[in-house]
């Protein structure tokens, strides 16, 4: 009895994480340059630029990051790009949630504030909010006569 249950949970499972193919987006030009987004699995949020006078490749934009854990099904959570468009010095990077990422042309993987900039961060504030916590709770703690001098 179990294990009729158990396949039929994994099936739907295994179901659940496959998706069709990724939107196929025309890729927008500004100038000399072509921006396109390829939308495979290494390339999740990510907008190339090429130069279509020399054909050469000259960076890669990211424009949103999407957290994929190991035990997730590797397809389970592609949000892809669906649409490229202009707007002055700018690239609106729609995706399939239906959100609208603003990217600056000649923005390279350096533009803003980093995902790993971002989480040392977040990793200091709770290491000083932690220290704060213990100094008030050993402040609490001490004898009255070794307190501040007044």
Same mark, same amino acid.
């Given at each position: 009895?179990?294990?009729?249950?158990?396949?039929?949970?994994?099936?739907?499972?295994?179901?659940?994480?496959?998706?069709?193919? @990724? !939107?196929?987006?025309?890729? =927008?030009? &500004?100038?000399? +340059?072509?921006?396109?987004?390829?939308?495979? #699995?290494?390339?999740?949020?990510?907008?190339?630029?090429?130069n279509l006078v020399s054909d050469t490749h000259m960076e890669?934009?990211?424009?949103y990051r999407v957290l994929v854990l190991p035990w997730d @099904? !590797?397809?389970?959570?592609? =949000?892809? &790009?669906?649409? +490229?468009?202009?707007?002055?010095?700018?690239? #609106?990077?729609?995706?399939?949630?239906?959100?609208?990422?603003?990217?600056?042309?000649?923005?390279?993987?350096?533009?803003?504030?980093?995902?790993?900039?971002?989480?040392?961060?977040?990793?200091?504030?709770?290491?000083?909010? =932690?220290?704060?916590?213990? +100094?008030v709770r050993k402040r609490r703690n001490l004898p009255a006569?070794?307190?501040?001098?007044?």
């Amino acid at each position: 009895m179990l294990l009729p249950i158990s396949l039929l949970l994994a099936a739907s499972l295994t179901l659940h994480a496959k998706r069709t193919e @990724p !939107p196929i987006v025309s890729p =927008i030009r &500004i100038g000399n +340059l072509e921006y396109r987004a390829t939308n495979s #699995l290494d390339r999740i949020g990510k907008v190339e630029c090429w130069n279509l006078v020399s054909d050469t490749h000259m960076e890669t934009i990211q424009a949103y990051r999407v957290l994929v854990l190991p035990w997730d @099904p !590797p397809d389970a959570k592609w =949000i892809c &790009i669906t649409k +490229l468009t202009a707007n002055g010095d700018e690239i #609106l990077v729609h995706d399939e949630l239906g959100r609208v990422h603003q990217v600056r042309c000649g923005e390279a993987l350096r533009g803003g504030i980093g995902f790993v900039p971002k989480l040392l961060i977040v990793v200091v504030a709770l290491f000083g909010v =932690i220290g704060l916590i213990s +100094l008030v709770r050993k402040r609490r703690n001490l004898p009255a006569s070794i307190g501040p001098l007044n």
